[in-house]
Every structure is written in structure tokens, then in C-alpha cells.
């Protein structure tokens, strides 16, 4: 079987155990979506937003990218805000890491691959502000565990900072924003202690959440 034949087989077989399950699945999508969440994740092949939170399609709005980096002269991902805001009026936005990210350890090793270099940037960047939580972590595994917990919580405001989640907050919507981190090897979400609302400072969540991150780094690395 080629490629394209075991993928449509798999398409085949996947729509009519869904009208199996319930045979008015796609009559109710066809012609308009209500996602809860924006979920804006990693393009990780391990970590399949949907399937992990246990939700059907139509049920969240997805944007993913390499190390899910938010960066405000991504037209991509600002569009994506944009559009789930205020089109479809969603107010839960989840940014969503996960442990062993290829693209935090290539930043972290400051490896050489390309284009995406350039992209990775934005991670360096992010261990530059914070080296002096990972400073005490000599151990290259224990230090990518905490880079990409402290990469969640500083997109978390950079999805705060945008234009569109200011207006909305100045509009009075309750959109409320936060970070969580996934691991590929237990299948686990953890909530990573971040979540900035309308009245929050976002200064103060931040903060806390980073001194958090650096305790329980703190912890694994005594506990080792
Ligand atoms: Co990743």
C-alpha cells in the first residue's frame, strides 16, 4: 500500500466509525464551528492537541508551531488570535509545551539547522533573560526540562501582550489565558501555574510561576 493509500484507507475507516458513533457528527459541523479553547502548541508529531485533551474535531481552534514560540511579527499566529477572539469568540487560550521539544534543545545547544535557526532565536532569547535560574543546573537534561517550562510562561505573555487580548480585556471579555506543559513520556498535562486574566498582573503571574519552575528544578536536581 503507498502512502497516500494507507492514509486515505485510515480517512475511510475514521469518518464511518464517527458516523458509527454518531451518525449526525458531521451534519453538525458542516456548516459552522464553536470551539471552546485556542489551543497554540508545539508542531511536535508527539503531541496531537486534540487526542490529548480528549476532544472531538470542532471543539478547539488549533495553531502550532515549531516550540510553540509566539513572536509579534507572526502574522501566522496573530491571525490565529485574532480570528479566535473575535470571530469565533473564544475566551480560553492555552499555551501548551512539552518536555524533550526539539526545537527548545537545538536553541539550548545552540545547534546549527537552517532556516529554523532564525525561528529558534526567540528560545535563545528566553534563555538569555532567565539564565539565572539555569545557571544552577549543570545537567543539559535538567536545564531543557526548565526551558521549556519558562518558554510556556514567557509566550503566555507574549499572548497577553498582543493587541487583540488587550482590546478584548479593555472591551471588558473575560479571555483568560494560560500555560500548561505536556509530557511525551507519561502522556500527562501539567499546569504550569500560569494564568493571566482581565484583572491579573501579568508581571506577578509570570513572576510566580517562573520561581516555581525554578523550585521544582530545584527539587528533581536534589532529588537526583
Ligand atoms: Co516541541
Redesign the pocket.
Known amino acids: 500500500m503507498t502512502t497516500k493509500d494507507l492514509l486515505f484507507a485510515n480517512n475511510r475507516a475514521w469518518a464511518a466509525a464517527t458516523l458509527a458513533r454518531d451518525p449526525a457528527f458531521f451534519d453538525k459541523l458542516k456548516n459552522q464551528q464553536s470551539p471552546g479553547y485556542l489551543w497554540i502548541g508545539?508542531?511536535?508529531s508527539r503531541?496531537p492537541a486534540n487526542e490529548i485533551v480528549g476532544l472531538l474535531p470542532g471543539e478547539m481552534f488549533v495553531h502550532r508551531n515549531?516550540?510553540?514560540v509566539v513572536v509579534h511579527t507572526d502574522l501566522n499566529c496573530l491571525s490565529v488570535i485574532q480570528y479566535a477572539i473575535d470571530v469565533l469568540g473564544i475566551n480560553e487560550i492555552i499555551v501548551t509545551?512539552?518536555y524533550?521539544?526539539?526545537?527548545?534543545i537545538a536553541a539550548l545547544e545552540q545547534r546549527r539547522l537552517g532556516l529554523i535557526d532564525n525561528w529558534l532565536r526567540h528560545i535563545q532569547d528566553v534563555m538569555r533573560r532567565h539564565e539565572a535560574l539555569l545557571a544552577p543546573h549543570g545537567a543539559q537534561a535538567e536545564r531543557a526540562r526548565l526551558l521549556c517550562e519558562l518558554n510556556v510562561i514567557e509566550q503566555v505573555g507574549n499572548v497577553c501582550q498582543t493587541s487583540m487580548v488587550q482590546e478584548a480585556w479593555g472591551r471588558g471579555r473575560d479571555v483568560i489565558v494560560r500555560g500548561w506543559i505536556y509530557d511525551v513520556a507519561d502522556g500527562l498535562l501539567n499546569d504550569l501555574g500560569v494564568r493571566v486574566g482581565r484583572d491579573d498582573s501579568l508581571a506577578l503571574t509570570q513572576e510566580r510561576a517562573l520561581l516555581a519552575a525554578a523550585e521544582r528544578a530545584r527539587v528533581r536536581a536534589t532529588a537526583r
Open positions: 508545539c508542531a511536535d503531541v515549531v516550540a510553540n509545551g512539552h524533550g521539544c526539539g526545537g527548545v
